[in-house]
């Protein structure tokens, strides 16, 4: 017997930390910051049920901050015991936290916020995630490893993001599964997500449970591309750092193949954070599928490509005419160096801006795909002349469909808690389990426990 506590991803899509009590002692699974809107951030203020120096381990699923972001602070607050995760996941991780660490510093300088109304405070320090890192024990896909004396956990790959993986805790002769993030089926860069097997209870996400992607993210681009290039100002692309980033370079390399004239379009990736998870997707070739045309000098083969990385290389892009692609983070627009770019291109109708991802509330991206007019930043109020574009098909989520299809890989009948997910599409999944598969189902509600 064990239990089971939603601390955070109940409910909302960021935040996940879900903690597993056995045999006396406190594993959590996954450790995320909550992102977003104001009052979903705030829950980053909220002890956790817990003293952070009774949890006997971390297991982490992926690097992504809203599974790791709340690392440091928990080091921080004492927790001495090891994090583990996979070799491509430490790499992924360091970079994140290395960011996230860099960012809280830069708001507590800058002392303001752009048009928030919540100024969070400085969880952690580089120090903080120095100490974390040494706390870290890597662990590859298949290798089942102890935790804690209670249980043996084994990673497979996930197919979200480059080292992502579900977990199975065996335990009690029981097999319980943590879906973490899932990835989608047939894509260019990563793997397939690997089968389940048997299952006794599935932990699984819902982000995209009530929905179905748009099946032709490349041809969709490229139309948004044509478009932007036909009115002839820059066409910016607000995209992650981790994974977003790489798939949008390796579309537009297919598309130059495909189309020899685009290649005369440079293109500027503006993100040390990129260039950093580039090299990891170098380190680590076993963890993605191979990448044709794939020169050092140039990720994924893209021609006419330019990488900057220093402030000085970012701010030569001002003086860029014509049109021209610049990819640059955050991809929500809720941070990094994007915002220059916006504050540059949004007056101007010559530009164009793609959004190729999920927006949450209350970020600048939500706004702008949802049809703002004005855009308030670094003080100016921005009208909005620049043609706004959002492609929804390149979401590192799998979908409604893909969500089936991957539980369909799950032997026995097991019980699934819908994590990771609004209110509607957390529903709707736990329904697809009971209609679908005939399992039992619930939807995982923030501070309630259960009993595995
Ligand atoms: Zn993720």
């Not at 820059?234 to 537009?252: C, G, H, K, N, T």
Request: proline content about 6%.
């Amino acid at each position: 017997m064990a239990d089971l506590t939603f601390i955070g991803a109940a409910g909302t899509v960021t935040g996940s930390k879900h903690l597993l009590t056995l045999g006396g002692k406190h594993i959590l699974i996954d450790c995320g910051m909550f992102q977003g809107v104001v009052d979903v951030r705030t829950l980053n203020d909220v002890p956790l049920p817990i003293a952070p120096d009774d949890i006997d381990a971390v297991v982490v699923t992926h690097g992504h901050l809203d599974h790791v972001g709340y690392l440091p602070k928990l080091v921080r607050d004492g927790f001495a015991g090891p994090i583990y995760c996979t070799p491509p996941t430490e790499a992924v991780m360091g970079v994140v936290l290395d960011d996230s660490a860099h960012l809280q510093q830069e708001l507590q300088e800058r002392g303001y916020q752009h048009q928030r109304p919540y100024a969070p405070p400085m969880y952690y320090d580089q120090r903080d995630v120095d100490r974390t890192k040494r706390r870290v024990k890597p662990f590859d896909y298949h290798t089942p490893f102890d935790v804690a004396g209670v249980l043996q956990a084994t990673y497979f790959n996930a197919g979200h993001i480059i080292g992502s993986a579900f977990v199975a805790l065996a335990f009690d002769g029981k097999r319980v599964i943590f879906s973490g993030d899932l990835g989608r089926y047939d894509r260019p860069l990563l793997l397939d997500p690997e089968p389940i097997g048997a299952a006794d209870d599935i932990i699984c996400e819902s982000t995209y449970g009530d929905r179905v992607h748009p099946p032709q993210p490349l041809s969709d681009l490229r139309a948004a591309l044509d478009a932007g290039i036909a009115r002839g100002g820059a066409i910016v692309i607000p995209a992650f750092a981790i994974e977003r980033s790489q798939d949008i370079l390796l579309a537009i390399a297919t598309l130059q193949r495909e189309d020899p004239g685009l290649a005369r379009v440079s293109v500027h990736l503006d993100s040390p954070m990129a260039e950093k998870v580039d090299d990891i997707f170098a380190r680590f070739p076993n963890a993605h599928r191979r990448i044709d045309g794939d020169a050092p000098e140039t990720p994924f083969g893209v021609r006419n490509f330019h990488m900057h990385v220093t402030a000085a290389d970012s701010k030569a892009l001002n003086g860029v005419s014509g049109p021209h692609i610049i990819i640059s983070a955050s991809g929500m627009a809720s941070g990094g160096r994007i915002l220059h770019h916006l504050h540059n291109h949004l007056p101007d109708r010559n530009a164009t801006v793609i959004f190729p991802g999920y927006q949450s509330a209350g970020t600048i991206g939500y706004f702008l795909t949802h049809g703002a007019h004005t855009i308030h930043l670094y003080g100016d109020s921005l009208p909005v002349r620049a043609a706004i574009v959002h492609l929804e098909g390149f979401s590192a989520h799998a979908d409604q469909n893909e969500l089936k299809r991957w539980l369909a890989t799950a032997s026995g009948t097991p019980h699934l808690y819908a994590v990771h997910g609004e209110a509607e599409s957390a529903a709707a999944l736990a329904a697809t389990a009971r209609t679908a598969f005939g399992w039992k189902s619930d939807v995982a509600r923030r501070g309630t426990t259960v009993t595995l």
